[in-house]
């Protein structure tokens, strides 16, 4: 059975910083590619932050690009999300997606239509 558990979060000033941290287990594959999305209310999903096991190659979305780092953990199978520099604007609800489709952040990740595995979100809040 595949989880996905997100793990992090919670409430900071602008300007503060918040680690996020996910772990799959019961992944069909070896190979894999693991996203961080955020949705706010009333606003579509957006693509924050993808990796892959195999290349470990950082993408990011437009606007976390500078103070968020994703970074990956291949023996723990997990995932971290450094966020930096945060703004009241990154309060969203935040979900970790583990994609046994490709093994590598396509030029679509963000979309997260290529990931199978939804973690159940953990919620980022940012004050003013």
């Known amino acids: 059975q595949v989880q996905v558990v997100e793990s992090g979060g919670g409430l900071v000033q602008a300007g503060g910083s918040l680690s996020l941290s996910c772990t799959a287990s019961?992944?069909?594959?070896?190979?894999?590619?693991m996203g961080w999305f955020r949705q706010a209310p009333g606003k579509e999903r957006e693509g924050v932050s993808c990796?892959?096991?195999?290349?470990?190659?950082?993408h990011y979305g437009d606007t976390v690009k500078g103070r968020f780092t994703i970074s990956r953990d291949i023996i723990k199978n997990t995932v971290n999300l450094q966020m930096n520099g945060l703004k009241p604007e990154d309060t969203a609800m935040y979900y970790c997606?583990?994609?046994?489709?490709?093994?590598?952040?396509?030029?679509?990740?963000?979309?997260?239509?290529?990931?199978?595995?939804w973690g159940q979100g953990t919620q980022v809040t940012v004050s003013s």
């Open positions: 997606a583990a994609s046994v489709r490709v093994d590598f952040c396509s030029g679509s990740w963000s979309s997260g239509n290529l990931f199978d595995y």
């Open positions: 019961g992944l069909p594959s070896v190979n894999y590619a």
């Open positions: 990796i892959s096991r195999k290349f470990g190659l950082p």
